[in-house]
Nanobody, 113 residues
């Protein structure tokens, strides 16, 4: 099974940008859809973005459309989430997920107003 490790989280002011990375190892990364989820305090886990195995298809939650971009590099076994125009309501733990069933441990994103 694929192991996933996220990085790139941190503290940023509203309006700023961050790029999250998810590094995959130990499995067949390129055959699976990949997704980014987030979990905010007191809220249910939310699917933020998903991308097909070859990157031809992607989809986003309405709350992040036009601000976030998901991408992948299968040669490097990496998935990215570029987050622009960040808002305080984007504050959450962001988790990488493989359609094969693997989850990362998450990276904290905090957006200050």
């Amino acid at each position: 099974q694929v192991q996933l490790v996220e990085s790139g989280g941190g503290l940023v002011q509203a309006g700023g940008s961050l790029r999250l990375s998810c590094a995959a190892s130990g499995g067949t990364f390129s055959r699976y859809f990949m997704g980014w989820f987030r979990r905010a305090p007191g809220k249910e886990r939310e699917l933020v973005a998903t991308i097909s195995w070859n990157g031809d298809y992607s989809d986003y939650a309405d709350s992040v459309k036009g601000r976030f971009t998901i991408s992948r590099d299968n040669a490097k076994a990496l998935v990215y989430l570029q987050m622009n125009s960040l808002r305080p309501e984007d504050t959450a733990v962001y988790l990488c997920h493989s359609a094969g069933g693997s989850w990362g441990q998450g990276t904290q994103v905090t957006v200050s107003s």
